[in-house]
């Protein structure tokens, strides 16, 4: 059953919170006991409380929420100040834990956030813990192809039910600004992203950048887009897909995005089949049959153009990280040497969608 | 210096020292770890990004300018710098570096200019080769460096696992 979630960001009447530079987990989980019996009005314990991953954006904790009612198996997610997308908004992930509660996308059940950070110091939100695997893109060659094959069947039906829902329902398409379009404004933000001050300049990601701007499809239909929907962002036990994870980056915009997202060689063992067993033009079929929406061989390859250029982003992003911002993490700083052989595959691929 | 290199040693210095050496209870490895920020900071004072290859890029730039210079014959378009941009006698690392990155910029202002609408208003053709030529040439560019590039660690390094395997526990 689906938690009441309970929004506790109304803090119009708190002081701005004096924010930590980094993320001490101690007090974190001091001040998450403090905010669960606050909310829940029973004074609650913090049991079994560790870091889950060790990811380059959102810090993720798994522990037990103790109290008079019992143990509750949550997490907790805080958005860093000098992680990879920083400054982070839980907006995103609210919206979407909020909006696909009870549809056919399985999400955790949200328990609670904060966009200010008033209690933690920072950004959160908690939610249910599922319980299940995080399948790795690498390790899928270890499994059984039927397994595999069922799996990504499911990951398709899951993104088209996703396309399905009517986004103009959903918080999503309350924040319009400025009335551009919402894809094209996706893509205006990954421009600003990378037309900070970092150490590299790529001539081809600057005209690029422009070139997907100016050639932006107009979409079939504009849905709620996961951002981030790729082999390794769910949960799956007993072979079912049991929660789509990571709405961090969730919009209104073009499904294709999605799509092409989804089948980018890098998320699936550096194959061109989805989970490195469903054809592409299976994957294709399928998404079509069950959402309703025609695929566009053009708009596919824009957004696998602009696919490429998001990974190109994301991995500036850590480089300034590492460089400008001075986060002392070498996986960032690692992520610079991809940048030659990802920024060559999006010229290749911006000439395919011309 | 280049900034870079050394943020980099620091980096890794920093990763040691943070992360390494309190999460090991083995006096052996925390000697080798030891042992290791000591040859790094020695780098530091000593060693910086090998020449060659930046002094490739920074030639590969200098031809595209030359060719765009001859088939722009007539457009105005962005400033072209005078060449050679890197004299016969220099070897430090950081200066050439900031050459190529200085290279970089230029050529992307005149990528954006050759793609433009006012370029192709004037020479819609002309406009379009020289695209194209700059396009091949920032890729070449890239080639050069992917050449330095080692073998990709992703999955060690995203899921710290040994030799590509599970990892313990």
């Not at chain 1, 970092?198 to 701007?213: H, I, N, S």
């Not at chain 2, 230029?106 to 006012?118: I, K, Q, V």
């Amino acid at each position: 059953m689906q938690d009441v979630a309970k929004r506790s960001d109304d803090v119009s009447a708190v002081p701005e919170p004096v924010r930590p530079v980094t993320v001490n987990d101690d007090a974190v989980r001091a001040a998450l006991a403090q905010h669960l019996s606050r909310i829940s009005g029973s004074r609650t314990e913090i049991t079994s409380f560790g870091r889950k991953s060790s990811g380059f954006s959102w810090i993720t904790y798994a522990f037990v929420a103790r109290s008079s009612e019992g143990d509750r198996k949550l997490i907790l997610r805080v958005g860093p100040p000098n992680g990879l997308f920083a400054p982070y908004s839980v907006l995103p992930q609210v919206y979407a834990l909020q909006s696909l509660a009870g549809s056919g996308v399985p999400v955790p059940a949200l328990v609670s956030s904060e966009r200010d950070g008033a209690e933690i110091g920072f950004p959160f939100f908690i939610c249910t813990h599922v319980e299940g695997d995080v399948p790795a893109p690498w390790t899928a060659s270890e499994l059984d192809p039927d397994h595999k094959r069922a799996i990504a069947r499911q990951f398709v039906e899951i993104l088209a039910s996703l396309h399905r829902i009517d986004a103009g329902t959903t918080p999503f398409a309350s924040p319009q600004q400025g009335g551009q379009r919402a894809e094209v404004r996706a893509i205006a933000g990954w421009r600003a992203s990378l037309a900070r001050p970092t150490a590299r300049y790529y001539p081809l990601l600057d005209w690029g950048g422009r070139w997907l701007e100016d050639n932006c499809p107009q979409p079939p239909c504009r849905t709620i887009v996961h951002g981030d929907y790729r082999i390794g962002n769910f949960i799956e036990r007993s072979g079912w897909i049991v929660a789509i994870l990571d709405w961090e980056l969730t919009h209104l915009g073009d499904p294709h995005e999605d799509l092409a997202w989804a089948m980018m060689p890098t998320f699936n063992a550096r194959s061109r089949k989805l989970y490195g067993v469903l054809e592409r033009t299976e994957v294709i079929d399928l998404y079509q049959r069950t959402s309703g929406i025609a695929v566009s061989d053009k708009s596919l390859a824009f957004y696998e153009a602009y696919a490429l250029y998001q990974a190109a982003a994301i991995q500036m992003c850590a480089v300034r990280a590492f460089e400008v911002d001075r986060f002392n993490d070498m996986r960032l700083a690692v992520m610079a040497s991809q940048m030659p052989s990802i920024v060559r595959a999006f010229e290749r691929a911006l000439e395919a969608a011309a | 210096m280049s900034t870079s290199f050394e943020r980099l040693i620091d980096g890794i210095i920093d990763a040691l020292q943070i992360h390494v050496v309190p999460n090991s209870n083995d006096d052996f490895v925390r000697g080798q770890v030891y042992s290791a920020i000591y040859a790094l900071n020695g780098l530091k004072l000593a060693a910086d990004w090998k020449a060659g290859p930046l002094l490739e890029q920074v030639r590969l730039q200098d031809d595209t300018f030359a060719a765009v210079e001859r088939l722009a014959d007539g457009m105005a378009h962005p400033e072209i710098p005078a060449m050679p941009r890197v004299p016969s006698d220099m070897s430090d690392a950081a200066a050439i570096e900031a050459l190529r990155d200085d290279g970089d910029r230029r050529l992307g202002r005149l990528l954006l200019w050759a793609s433009g609408a006012d370029a192709r208003a004037v020479n819609r053709d002309l406009a379009t080769g020289i695209e194209q030529l700059l396009r091949r040439a920032t890729c070449d560019q890239l080639k050069i460096e992917l050449a330095t590039t080692p073998k990709s660690m992703l999955q060690q390094i995203a899921g710290g696992e040994r030799d590509g395997g599970t990892a313990p526990g």
